[in-house]
């Protein structure tokens, strides 16, 4: 799917899942101030999210209001990679699959045709994060494996949790097709 695909909108019940635009980022932002334990980030990160990486972010939206984000992007240096930065959704949104509908509308864009792998860092508390990143592997038919990468001290000088490298893939011949 292109990217103008994508912003036509693949609407399903009364959600509308699409890229975002650089008007959206002030409610992205607010979606993950409102989302713990997610890092806050500056308002003008989540804006060159919505600008410069918006064929690989997307939102969910009902009557307008954004309910459900994923920042992501195609490391250069990795290819056939798909790196998810953040997931975002919002409390009263939570549980109906709308993160895990997010995740499968974006390995199926046009840009994504050569992924056949997706990591993310996970902190090993969270059991939401951890559940939906598994919950994909299986519909990927693909096993997913963990590492930890950014370390407590080593890398966070002691002010954040371990956060794993979660590694799922190669992803399964029949389940990519079917993305
Ligand atoms: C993590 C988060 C994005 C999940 O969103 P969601 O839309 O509720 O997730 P889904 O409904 O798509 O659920 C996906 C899977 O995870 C499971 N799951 C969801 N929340 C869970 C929880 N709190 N505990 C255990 N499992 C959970 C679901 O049962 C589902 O599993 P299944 O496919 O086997 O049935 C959401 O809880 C959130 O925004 N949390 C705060 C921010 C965060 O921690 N983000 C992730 C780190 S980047």
Same mark, same amino acid.
């Given at each position: 799917?292109?990217?103008?695909?994508?912003?036509?909108?693949?609407?399903?019940?009364?959600?509308?899942?699409?890229?975002?635009?650089?008007?959206?980022?002030?409610?992205?932002?607010?979606?993950?101030?409102?989302?713990?334990?997610?890092?806050?980030?500056?308002?003008?990160?989540?804006?060159?999210?919505?600008?410069?990486?918006?064929?690989?972010?997307?939102?969910?939206?009902? #009557?307008?209001?954004?309910?459900?984000?994923?920042?992501?992007?195609?490391?250069?240096?990795?290819?056939?990679?798909?790196?998810?930065?953040?997931?975002?959704?919002?409390?009263?949104?939570?549980?109906?699959?709308?993160?895990?509908?997010?995740? #499968?509308?974006?390995?199926?864009?046009?840009?994504?045709?050569?992924?056949?792998?997706?990591?993310?860092?996970?902190?090993? #508390?969270?059991?939401?994060?951890?559940?939906?990143?598994?919950?994909?592997?299986?519909?990927?038919?693909?096993?997913?494996?963990?590492?930890?990468?950014?370390?407590?001290?080593?890398?966070?000088?002691?002010?954040?949790?371990?956060?794993?490298?979660?590694?799922?893939?190669?992803?399964?011949?029949?389940?990519?097709?079917?993305?």
């Amino acid at each position: 799917m292109s990217i103008a695909e994508a912003k036509t909108a693949a609407t399903s019940d009364d959600l509308v899942f699409r890229a975002p635009e650089p008007e959206d980022g002030k409610a992205v932002w607010e979606l993950i101030r409102s989302c713990g334990p997610l890092d806050d980030n500056s308002l003008y990160c989540n804006l060159l999210q919505c600008d410069h990486f918006a064929d690989t972010c997307i939102l969910a939206e009902k #009557d307008g209001e954004v309910l459900g984000w994923i920042s992501a992007y195609l490391p250069p240096a990795e290819e056939g990679v798909l790196f998810i930065w953040q997931v975002a959704v919002s409390e009263k949104a939570r549980g109906m699959g709308l993160a895990g509908r997010m995740l #499968d509308k974006l390995v199926a864009r046009k840009v994504c045709r050569g992924v056949r792998r997706m990591k993310t860092t996970i902190t090993p #508390d969270n059991d939401a994060s951890w559940a939906l990143f598994r919950s994909f592997a299986r519909r990927m038919e693909a096993p997913i494996e963990g590492e930890p990468h950014f370390e407590r001290e080593a890398h966070f000088g002691g002010e954040h949790e371990t956060e794993v490298m979660a590694e799922i893939g190669p992803f399964g011949a029949l389940a990519r097709k079917a993305a």
